[in-house]
């Protein structure tokens, strides 16, 4: 058999996003000798280097989210994965010689590659009120299951209506002394259950018709000031230790909509293997349709993905086992 000619300039893996998920499938597909390029972006950071700390990672009691996220990096390079801090915009397909592969665009030049990652994370809606963005991680969060736990016999707010608000509410519950839920309707948009279950907890009150005006505190949050949409003219503090705000998270798939399935929220489609519905493109993360969003998640979608995107090129090349 003829041997294939492929492009020498051309990547084995190329992987969109810095974070613990691109950065977990780029060690496993460095480490498993693919020639792999990781773009990390310049527009926005990993969401985990958003947070002090960390603690539900396992083997690590404690780290700093910034901090995990340059040790994956660290031993990432460690096994020669290449890291470019460049954002894409575009990704189509291309021929590469005798093969079918990937382009990739970014804002300073363009990669061609056999396969790609695609680990480009979400972002939680902010509710664009002032001093938001300078509290996060001192009082402002977008995730319970990663924060609660600094919450115990404190009071804390929830602010939206929706099924994760709700749920989220619940379960701050367990840690903190009192939630408040704020929420702009005079009634919930949870499913049925879920508001049965707010309604019946001791520990839920509720600002019905109100938004968050302020964000007060000034080395952390001390409370908000929420003002009431049907009497604009009344506002009330409420004094809480931290705001918990759950009014929608969007997927960062703009790039990759076009050229694989997605589903109704706008998250990439991705089996157990990881693979989407175009060949060569894989996808890991906060980006993929799932139901549990953490680092230790990221990162096994991320071994999985490379894992996969390996036999993939191995096939490619025509070195199938
Ligand atoms: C405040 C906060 C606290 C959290 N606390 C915890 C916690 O305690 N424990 C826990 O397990 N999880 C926590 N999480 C969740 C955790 O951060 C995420 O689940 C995890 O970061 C997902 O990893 P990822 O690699 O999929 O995406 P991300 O970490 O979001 O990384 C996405 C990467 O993609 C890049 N990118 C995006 N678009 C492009 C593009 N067009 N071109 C190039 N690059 C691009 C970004 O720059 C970034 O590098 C927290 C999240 C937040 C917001």
């Known amino acids: ?96 010689g005798d093969v079918e592969g990937w382009e990739v665009v970014t804002d300073r030049g363009a990669y061609r590659t056999l396969s790609v990652i695609v680990s480009t994370g979400a972002a939680w809606s902010r509710l664009g009120v002032p001093r938001e963005e300078e509290m996060v991680g001192r009082g402002i969060s977008y995730c319970a299951t990663c924060d609660a736990p600094f919450y115990r016999n404190r009071e804390v707010a929830v602010v939206g209506g929706g099924d994760t608000a709700v749920q989220e509410a619940i379960y701050l519950t367990k840690f903190a002394s009192k939630v408040t839920l704020i929420h702009r309707r005079d009634r919930l948009r949870a499913t049925a259950v879920l508001q049965q279950r707010a309604v019946a907890n001791e520990k839920i009150t509720f ?66 293997d990881m693979k989407t519905s175009a060949e060569g493109i894989f996808a890991c993360g906060d980006c993929i349709s ?14 999985t993905a490379a894992h996969s995107a390996s036999l993939y090129v191995d096939g490619v090349r025509g070195q199938a086992y």
């Not at 009344?234 to 759950?246: A, C």
């Not at 799932?290 to 071994?303: E, I, N, P, W």
Request: with cysteine; net charge negative; charged share 25%.
């Open 1 to 96: 058999m003829a041997d294939i000619q492929i492009p020498k300039d051309t990547y084995d893996i190329v992987i969109v996003g810095g974070g613990p998920g691109g950065l977990t499938a780029g060690l496993y597909a460095s480490r498993a000798d693919m020639k792999t390029l990781l773009l990390e972006g310049n527009a926005q950071a990993s969401q985990i280097t958003m947070t002090d700390m960390i603690e539900n990672y396992p083997g690590i009691p404690a780290i700093g989210g910034f901090e995990i996220n340059e040790t994956f990096k660290k031993q990432a390079v460690s096994f020669g994965l290449e890291i470019k801090p460049e954002q894409v915009s575009r990704i189509h397909r291309v021929q590469l």
């Open 290 to 303: 799932k139901s549990l969003r953490q680092v230790v998640t990221a990162c096994g979608d991320g071994a």
């Open 207 to 272: 600002a019905w018709d109100s938004t968050v005006e302020e964000i007060l505190g000034e080395d952390g949050v001390t409370g908000v000031r929420i003002r009431n949409v049907k009497d604009p003219g009344r506002t009330e503090e409420i004094p809480v230790e931290g705001v918990f705000i759950f009014v929608g998270l969007i997927p960062n798939t703009d790039i990759v909509k076009e050229v694989v399935d997605i589903d109704a929220d706008g998250y990439i489609a991705a089996d157990r």
